[in-house]
């Protein structure tokens, strides 16, 4: 059957000719989801952790028949002045960060000259954080500069904040890190 470039755009892939004519079969495109994947969920709000725009989210949950709450989808809240509904890359992937799989959920270390790296506890992490932050500051601590001038300050440690911390959390941790002495301090919203 002989169909002109103008007849092909005019019927449309549903059109008259049917996909069989066209060479393949359209019934599978053309059947349409009877049910939403969000259908009788739960409706929530929340907002996205990554950075300090704060933009606004609307969560979807439902109960299984286990009595386990599940999370079916995150999107951009319509009704939020900051986002009007968009989010970001990173935001679009909010859902990762609570269902991933593949997401970290424990501290992991590599020995020094190790090629691989092996789950440990929190306490070990911690402990082996601080003994690093303590030695490092110990061996590169400053009390002069070459004038001779008092500045007692660390030059072997940076810190860098992440931009979904609260003012407050920002507030301690500047605390913490100017009391060690740091001069390198920045923030993941400025780099
Ligand atoms: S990371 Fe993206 S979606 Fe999340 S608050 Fe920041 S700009 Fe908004």
């Known amino acids: 059957m002989d169909v002109s470039r103008r007849q092909f755009l005019s019927l449309g892939p549903a059109g008259a000719l049917g996909g069989s004519a066209l060479g393949f079969d359209l ?4 059947r ?3 049910r939403l994947r969000i ?14 725009v704060g933009c606004s989210l609307v969560t979807y949950t439902r109960k299984n028949a286990d009595g386990r709450t599940e999370l079916l989808q995150i999107e951009g809240d319509p009704d ?4 009007e509904g968009t989010l970001c890359p990173k935001g679009a992937t909010s859902l990762q960060l609570a269902v991933s799989r593949r997401r970290v959920a424990q501290p992991l270390y590599r020995a020094p000259g190790a090629a691989g790296w092996q789950r440990v506890s929190w306490e070990f992490a911690l402990d082996r954080l601080a003994r690093n932050i303590k030695s490092a500051r110990d061996a590169t601590f400053v009390t002069q500069d070459a004038d001779g001038n008092v500045v007692n300050r660390c030059e072997g440690i940076a810190f860098a904040g992440g931009a979904a911390f609260s003012s407050e959390e920002g507030y301690l941790a500047t605390k913490l890190m100017r009391g060690l002495g740091l001069v390198h301090l920045e923030q993941q919203a400025r780099v």
């Open 80 to 83: 939020s002045p900051v986002n």
């Open 39 to 52: 259908e009788g969920a739960t409706l929530g709000h929340s907002l996205c952790p990554y950075c300090a």
């Open 32 to 34: 349409v989801k009877q």
């Open 27 to 30: 019934a599978a495109a053309t």
